[in-house]
């Protein structure tokens, strides 16, 4: 499966932002789907993850502000994030894994998309 990410931009503290991430090729609705962030100067971390059965998983940093969902009819994950915060900064990837297992390991997603750059300036 091919990944494309995007929604990202530049936001102000506070406000909120939704990146979606469309997905070609068959099967979408059988894999796992995953966001992950790499901020500046940073390594690359696991943000959420959504099962092919709705089950999601969060990084506990992500809980309370980042939602994760999909539609499956439209090929595509979404990663929703409120109350934005400068230390939000980072370019988000989505990724995808055909595991049953919901996973916060990067080993073990199979297809990457490209990131969107979210900024947030305070």
């Known amino acids: 499966v091919q990944l494309q990410a995007s929604g990202g931009g530049l936001v102000q503290a506070g406000g909120s932002l939704r990146l979606s991430c469309t997905a070609s090729?068959?099967?979408?609705?059988?894999?796992?789907m995953g966001w992950f962030r790499q901020a500046p100067g940073k390594e690359r971390e696991f943000v959420a993850a959504?099962?092919?059965?709705?089950?999601?998983y969060y990084a506990d940093s992500a809980k309370g502000r980042f939602t994760i969902s999909r539609d499956n009819a439209k090929n595509a994950v979404y990663l929703h994030i409120g109350n934005l915060k400068p230390e939000d900064t980072a370019v988000y990837y989505c990724?995808?894994?055909?595991?049953?297992?919901?996973?916060?390991?990067?080993?073990?997603?199979?297809?990457w998309g490209q990131g969107t750059q979210v900024t947030v300036s305070s």
């Open positions: 990724a995808a894994q055909q595991s049953l297992i919901l996973s916060s390991l990067e080993r073990v997603y199979d297809s």
């Open positions: 090729g068959r099967g979408f609705s059988t894999y796992g």
């Open positions: 959504i099962s092919r059965y709705d089950t999601t």
